[in-house]
């Protein structure tokens, strides 16, 4: 008989949902990790036959998930949580949120809005967040201060803001960093035209090459609200996906966040083209852009994930709650009560997203030879009593507020509900500080 491996950690739990096969549910297994990956997975009387794990955390009362995925958000916008509520999008931003970034964003105002939102993420159970803001080298000194995981967007507009000049200017900075920070495991890149009616032909056509250069995922809002399309078809002449694809933008490597208002001939063109959408059902509720067509997105095999959108207009980075909404809003809007279940919807929350990214290989599932990205849900409380279906609790019962431990590729970031890298008290006086140089002059 072989001698027992050693390895860096056996996590032991009462349930574990590996998200794939659909369904699976493994009671009273372990998960077995070392130097970041998942070497095995397999009852927990049987971990002592063959490894010595250096340290084993115990969960009795718990279920471990995948890490979840935030497929869409603006994560320094944390900065600017609750500055203008109950306004249609275009209001929202011409008349506050872009005003406001005018005066105050810089490179300091994206570390810390993105360190505020790292910390809510991870206590929220989100291992992994698909970001497009300005700044990208400062959004990631606090990605990697914190030891979540990201893709950060390069971003592009036709408009000269603090970060870039125009377009070109933005393609530059963004690829400067990309090439700085392209070895840091944690993190990815994506090519980030802001969306169809702030990105021209001439500038769409250059994220397409560029994102072929270097094999980067495209991520765009797309069919928002329907103000959107009406500019598009006045100026120029066609809806922005059939836009979007004239210019040859529909491709497996396009992450459409919203995706709201979509005609049916337009949810085919996204299926035959393997597109992704990012559903953000609380930011569009609450501006109140629409309810997205997710029941048929998915029936006709759209890979869908879910996304928070930005704090500014959810207001919570809060994944769990998407979950929940996701599923009910599609019941409710199809009229099929089995249009999105409970096991669909956690799938959207976890591998959806980590397809959507180019990273289905290494994260979104709990499988051998992933990276260890896990959260640990506590079932053992009064207000999830009694559990008779661990996947229906996790996404219409329990909530970010039953997370209490987090792994990124293996490193424990979130213990006993502790945020392990970050001191919380002296994140809620950043975002004071923040908060007294940007209302006076928004109130």
Request: include cysteine; glycine fraction near 8%; proline fraction near 5%.
């Amino acid at each position: 008989m072989n001698a027992p491996v050693a390895v860096d950690l056996v996590i032991e739990a009462k349930w574990i949902v590996p998200v794939e096969p659909a369904n699976a549910v493994l009671e009273n297994h372990a998960v077995v990790i070392d130097e970041g990956k998942i070497v095995a997975i397999l009852q927990q009387p049987d971990v002592v036959h063959r490894f010595t794990p250096r340290q084993v955390k115990c969960l009795p009362h718990h279920v471990l998930i995948p890490g979840l995925v935030n497929l869409h958000t603006h994560a320094a916008m944390t900065l600017l949580r609750g500055l203008a509520d109950d306004l249609p999008l275009m209001e929202w931003l011409e008349n506050h949120i872009w005003p406001a970034e005018s005066r105050h964003v810089s490179a300091q105002f994206v570390h810390d809005g993105t360190l505020l939102a790292c910390a809510e993420m991870l206590r929220g159970g989100i291992t992994c967040f698909n970001d497009m803001y300005f700044f990208p080298k400062a959004a990631a000194k606090a990605v990697l201060a914190s030891g979540i995981r990201a893709v950060l967007g390069l971003i592009t507009f036709d408009f000269s803001t603090s970060y870039a000049s125009d377009a070109d200017d933005y393609f530059a900075k963004g690829l400067a960093a990309r090439d700085e920070l392209r070895d840091e495991p944690l993190l990815g890149f994506c090519i980030a035209p802001h969306a169809p009616y702030t990105v021209s032909d001439r500038n769409f056509g250059k994220a397409l090459t560029l994102a072929e250069q270097c094999d980067l995922p495209i991520h765009v809002h797309l069919h928002e609200t329907h103000q959107e399309l009406a500019i598009g078809i006045e100026k120029f002449g066609v809806r922005p996906v059939e836009r979007l694809r004239g210019l040859g933008l529909l491709s497996p490597s396009l992450i459409a966040a919203h995706g709201v208002h979509l005609e049916p001939n337009e949810i085919d063109l996204l299926a035959d083209h393997g597109c992704s959408v990012a559903h953000c059902p609380s930011s569009n509720l609450k501006l109140a852009s629409g309810i997205a067509p997710i029941a048929q997105l998915t029936a006709s095999r759209v890979n869908v994930g879910l996304g928070t959108d930005g704090a500014a207009s959810n207001n919570r980075l809060d994944i769990f709650a998407e979950m929940r909404l996701a599923a009910l809003l599609a019941k409710g809007f199809s009229g099929q009560a089995d249009a999105v279940p409970a096991h669909f919807a956690l799938r959207m929350a976890t591998l959806g997203g980590a397809q959507a990214l180019g990273l289905d290989k290494k994260i979104g599932t709990i499988a051998v030879g992933k990276f260890a990205d896990i959260c640990a849900v506590n079932i053992h409380d009064i207000g999830l009593s009694p559990c008779y279906d661990v996947i229906s609790h996790l996404v219409y019962v329990a909530g970010r507020e039953s997370v209490t431990d987090v792994w990124v590729a293996g490193e424990c970031r979130v213990e006993d509900g502790i945020l392990l890298a970050m001191d919380e008290l002296e994140l809620i006086k950043l975002g004071a500080l923040w908060q007294n140089q940007i209302r006076p002059r928004n109130f």
